[in-house]
């Protein structure tokens, strides 16, 4: 079997100053673009263009049959031909797939020696702990910072961060450079950035801001190589971001409440009843025998038939950007040209001085290492109270702790964010460690007692940060610590009245 129509040998070859991030040594690219294993489009013709692109591929294989599964990782090894070696993933969703075809895949997976296995939606340590075990490389896509934590805890070697922006299903409800500060902040293992990525403007923005690679959907399906249909196909290029919308009507194959992003139609509009009705399933569609429901999360594709209309179709808010059908390589080199002006202007090369008296004095640059120390202390005592809250939400069931323990988690990731901006502005290295706080507090049982030694450490950062701002001439830098400061006030005296109210009376 040849190359993929309309693949590149390289597009890498033109000079770009994007960063080589340790993101793609993982996944084995060229360049920081990852293909979303989008279930029904990404199959093996859109992974192999991507790879042979210089990016990174997922097959969304979610739901599909182990035959089907089989046959694509195979199209995709000869379509690399003599560069089979590289690597490619798998994209499975635990929670949108029956257990027994779920564990059929997990093994299928192993036995094919599958790369890179991508993970959605809940965190299945199982299913982790049996990929990783076979020396498979694990991908979670997450949609908050509790979330991130968890699938690093249970041993993801890489998260990818998705914004409420992105098409299809949507996990999270948070702008994406909101949730990748957040993430970026927490947690100290690999991270893309999806949602609403088109073109090469914002990848360089977001990889400015952390993250080691972009990952395209609504900018992929929509190229030649994309299984996805025609219609579905010129329907993105005709829409613009105004003509997506969020919502749970397009349900069936999932579990309740999961929302999808999708080009408006008379479904959205409220034209074929009420998606959640108990009514008997109307078939609008067929592929190659299997029915396609109204209401379901179907997408069109090239081997299906019916009303294309009526079924989801997905598109993030990056269709605002897309107004052709290309092969895929070229929607990369075009996004990657884009890049690497963008890059460019963002961080133009440093003219050193002509005179050492131009310099900065050696107090000064002592003093800039001083701060920098100081924010990165604060910092890992930030981080180990995100965790703290995070586990502490989890262990308990009372409605007032809960509601006190979520405003303070929100207060730490917020902080965790602004200080790690902070050190990054003043060209600072952002450390990746968490404060022995957080082993010390969760050896706590009692959840008050807990509470009681969170504010501790509240204390102690509040402290910290008025021996700081004592320090800090940047005016932008000083509200935000004096922001900070004020809130661990409020929130210790939070703490302080909620534990009063728990005690026992005398």
């Not at 035959?67 to 003599?82: D, N, S």
Request: with cysteine.
């Amino acid at each position: 079997m040849t190359q993929a129509a309309g693949a590149r040998d390289d597009v890498s070859e033109f000079s770009c100053p994007l960063p080589h991030t340790p993101l793609c040594d993982l996944l084995g690219c060229r360049l920081p673009l990852i293909l979303a294993g989008m279930g029904g489009v990404a199959r093996a013709e859109l992974v192999a263009a991507v790879t042979h692109a210089g990016g990174f591929g997922f097959l969304g294989m979610v739901r599909e049959p182990l035959a089907l599964i089989e046959a694509q990782v195979r199209e995709v090894r000869e379509l690399l031909g003599k560069e089979k070696d590289r690597r490619f993933g798998v994209n499975l969703i635990p929670a949108g797939t029956a257990p027994e075809l779920l564990q059929q895949q997990v093994q299928l997976c192993i036995d094919l020696e599958v790369p890179v296995v991508g993970l959605f939606w809940d965190v299945r340590r199982d299913v982790i702990d049996r990929l990783r075990a076979a020396g498979i490389t694990v991908v979670h896509q997450v949609g908050s910072v509790a979330q991130a934590l968890e699938a690093q805890e249970a041993g993801v070697h890489a998260l990818i961060v998705q914004g409420v922006e992105a098409g299809g299903h949507v996990y999270g409800r948070q702008p994406l450079e909101q949730i990748l500060a957040q993430v970026l902040a927490v947690v100290d293992i690999p991270v893309a950035a999806a949602g609403g990525i088109a073109n090469g403007q914002d990848v360089a923005r977001l990889l400015s801001h952390g993250a080691q690679a972009a990952v395209l959907g609504t900018a992929l399906m929509a190229t030649k190589e994309s299984f996805a249909h025609e219609y579905h196909k010129q329907r993105i290029v005709q829409a613009r971001a105004r003509d997506t919308v969020l919502t749970e009507d397009f349900h069936v194959n999932w579990p309740p409440h999961a929302a999808v992003r999708v080009l408006r139609n008379s479904v959205t509009q409220g034209e074929r009843g009420d998606p959640h009705a108990q009514t008997a399933r109307q078939v609008i569609g067929d592929e190659e025998g299997r029915p396609i429901h109204l209401f379901s999360t179907d997408s069109p594709l090239r081997s299906m038939t019916g009303d294309f209309e009526a079924m989801a179709l997905y598109a993030g808010l990056g269709v605002e950007h897309i107004d052709t059908i290309p092969a895929a390589a070229e929607r990369m080199e075009s996004i990657m040209r884009q890049a690497g002006a963008e890059w460019r202007r963002l961080h133009p090369a440093e003219v050193e001085l002509s005179s050492p008296v131009c310099y900065a004095p050696e107090f000064e640059r002592a003093r800039h290492a001083e701060l920098i120390t100081r924010l990165n202390e604060l910092l890992e005592a930030e981080r180990a109270g995100v965790r703290v809250t995070v586990q502490t939400l989890a262990q308990t069931h009372d409605p007032a702790t809960r509601e006190l323990v979520q405003a303070v988690h929100h207060d730490e990731v917020q902080w965790c964010a602004m200080l790690l901006h902070a050190i990054r502005d003043m060209g600072g290295k952002s450390s990746t460690h968490t404060g022995d706080f957080f082993q010390k507090a969760m050896a706590v049982p009692d959840v008050d007692e807990r509470l009681a030694f969170l504010n501790r450490g509240q204390g102690w950062v509040a402290r910290k940060v008025r021996e700081l701002l004592a320090m800090v001439e940047d005016p932008a830098l000083s509200r935000n610590l004096t922001h900070m400061l004020d809130s661990h006030v409020e929130n210790l005296d939070k703490v302080n009245r909620h534990l009063d109210k728990s005690q026992p009376s005398a």
